[in-house]
């Protein structure tokens, strides 16, 4: 069935760092690719996302290409503050309008 | 901003008793799901909800759970006969389409004892 695999955490980063969070996906159909952000105490919230091949979605200084070749849809941000610590979670689209998550990712940044 | 709220925050209820958490998706959006994420493990899909009635569940949706929207605010999902396995964090979404564009709740977390 649909999947998706997270790099385990945490990642721990100096602010100003550079971040990279795996991601990769099963490869049936030509799924939506998405993250999402959980903030502590808080839901889900919809970071980025990406509709088909070759697409970047970008929001907040955060980018992921969808590489069909790769099967990835790595998070990128170039400089963290603090304020992104969070949980992140890279997903699918599967079936008609559900998600497929990976496990999570938390990243900490220390000033 | 607009938001899918969710109650309580934390319940904890004695195996084998039912439990109804409640949810207030968003007022203009028609379709609704509940997702659950055991500790350390992945967010999963249990059912979504469309027209009044589900349009798809997972396999973890047995005959245990329930969903109902028993007037035009509230979201509810019922677990009959809660196991220990159930403790869980339990999202409630909403959208206005079907295509992903979800907001979702802070959650409920469930413990059972």
């Known amino acids: 069935g649909d999947s998706v695999t997270q790099m385990e955490g945490p990642v721990t980063l100096s602010e100003e760092a550079f971040l990279t969070i795996n991601c990769t996906y099963t490869a049936t159909g030509y799924p939506s690719l998405f993250w999402y952000v959980q903030y502590p105490g808080e839901g889900l919230q919809l970071l980025l996302k990406?509709?088909?091949?070759?697409d970047k979605g970008s929001n907040k200084g955060f980018e992921a290409t969808y590489r069909k070749e790769t099967t990835s849809f790595h998070l990128e941000k170039g400089s963290v503050q603090v304020s992104d610590s969070a949980v992140y979670f890279c997903?699918?689209?599967?079936?008609?309008?559900?998600?497929?998550f990976g496990k999570g990712t938390m990243l900490l940044v220390s000033p | 901003e607009p938001e899918v709220t969710q109650t309580p925050s934390h319940q904890v209820t004695q195996m084998g008793q039912e439990v109804i958490l409640r949810c207030v998706p968003i007022s203009n959006h028609l379709y609704f799901y509940w997702y659950r994420q055991i500790l350390g493990q992945k967010v999963e899909f249990l059912v979504s909800f469309y027209n009044n009635e589900i349009s798809e569940k997972s396999e973890i949706f047995d005959d245990q759970f329930s969903v109902e929207r028993p007037d035009g605010s509230n979201f509810t999902l019922k677990i009959r006969s809660t196991k220990l396995e159930d403790s869980a964090m339990y999202f409630c979404a909403s959208s206005d389409s079907a295509h992903y564009g979800y907001t979702f709740g802070s959650g409920t977390r469930l413990t059972v004892v």
């Open positions: 997903a699918r689209g599967s079936g008609y309008s559900t998600l497929t």
């Open positions: 990406a509709t088909k091949a070759d």
